[in-house]
Each structure stands twice: as structure tokens, then as C-alpha cells.
């Protein structure tokens, strides 16, 4: 599941989630969002988490690919 998808079926702002994944300061939803773009990918920490938080409903491929 991409990790847009996964996002609004749980009704997540960027923002929320930005804040579950421990990132914090100001470009934090940023981040979020550009991982939702693909225009940037996560680091393997940040990617683990994600994985670890959808409970593996977003996986690896879904933000690498």
C-alpha cells in the first residue's frame, strides 16, 4: 500500500504522521509529504519506522519503488 493511501484511510495529516515518526521541526510535514511524492526517499531508519507503524501495510517497496 503506498503510503498516501495509508494515510487517508486512517485520516493522517502529514503533520501527524511526521510527528508518529518522532521527526520534529518545522520541515518535518515537508518531508512527509515528499516521501508521499516520491521526491524524496526515506532514509533506511525513517523507512523502518514507517513499515514498523503501518504494521508492514506500507513495506519497503512500496516507499522505494
Do not use: C, H
Not at 510535514?29 to 514498523?52: D, F, H, L, M, Q
Amino acid at each position: 500500500m503506498k503510503l498516501s493511501a495509508y494515510l487517508k484511510l486512517n485520516n493522517l495529516s502529514y503533520g501527524q504522521f511526521a510527528e508518529s515518526l518522532g521527526l520534529q521541526g518545522e520541515f518535518a510535514k515537508v518531508s512527509v509529504w515528499r516521501y508521499v511524492r516520491g521526491t524524496r526517499k526515506p532514509k533506511p531508519a525513517i523507512a523502518e519506522k514507517i513499515v514498523r507503524l503501518t504494521n508492514g501495510k506500507v513495506s519497503f517497496e512500496d516507499l522505494y519503488l
